[in-house]
Each structure stands twice: as C-alpha cells, then as structure tokens.
C-alpha cells in the first residue's frame, strides 16, 4: 500500500491488463487479492483513485462475471446507503466549537467517501454490461 496516490492510481490500468491477459493462469487466490484490492481503492481518499478503481472493477466485473456481481452488488448498494451525519449539537461546556467541527468534518468526510464508493461501485457495475439490462439491474 502505497503512501502517493499516484501510484496507487496508477497501479490500477496495469492490474486491468494483466488481469485481462492472463486471466486463465491467474490463481483464484491471486484473482481474490486483486479484487480486494481494486474494491478497497473505490474508498481511497482522493477522488482520482476511487474513478480509476471503478473502472477497474468494472473490468474486473467483465472478465469474472455475474457471481462476482451479486457479490458486489450487495457491498455497494451498503456503502452507497450509506448515511450522512447530521449537523453537529454542542455536547457540553468543556468542548471547543472547533474541536467538535472537526471531528464531525472528518466523519462527514469519512461518510461521503463510503457512499461514493458506492456509487461508484454500483457505476462499474451497470457499465460493465452496457448492451444488456441483466437481472439483478433494475432493482
């Protein structure tokens, strides 16, 4: 795991390669780790990584098929219901104002994150069959 998102940005279209070559030597083993990986990028912190992350899956998606959809389908649709924290109540006396936007800054930023991984999932889903309405689409 990669502390610039560049390259954890940039990692993503070679996974899509190599996966899509070599998709009959690849080990399961190895195929799970490259799908945890490519879905736990969907929430990264920078907008960047979570767009190429869903195209990836979406990929991803294409090559595995509609297993591994119902699989996703249901962590997605999760995330992306995802709800957002209201605005914050002063608790007490003893905290400052700032201390306590700061804190709900950063779970609001932590729940939008989560949703838009969800969304985006959802997106690398639906894009994944762009010529057919399968199934398990409408709902």
């Known amino acids: ?6 390259v954890r940005s940039s990692v993503l279209p070679f996974l899509q390669i190599v996966v899509f070559r070599h998709q ?3 080990a399961e083993r190895d ?9 736990s990028l969907l929430t990264d912190s920078h907008v960047e990584v979570r767009e190429m992350a869903s195209a990836a899956v979406s990929v991803l998606v294409r ?9 996703l389908r249901s962590v997605f649709l999760a995330w992306a219901r995802q709800p957002l924290p209201g605005r914050p109540k002063r608790r007490s006396m003893a905290a400052s104002p700032e201390e306590e936007s700061k804190e709900h800054k950063q779970l609001a930023a932590s729940a939008m994150q989560t949703r838009h991984a969800g969304v985006l999932g959802l997106a690398a889903l639906v894009g994944a069959y762009p ?9």
């Open 31 to 39: 195929m799970a780790m490259v799908r945890d990986l490519m879905v």
């Open 131 to 139: 010529y057919d309405v399968p199934p398990w689409m409408p709902e």
């Open 24 to 26: 009959c030597a690849i």
């Open 63 to 71: 090559i595995c098929g509609e297993d591994l959809v119902l699989t």
């Open 1 to 6: 795991r990669s502390e610039s998102w560049q």
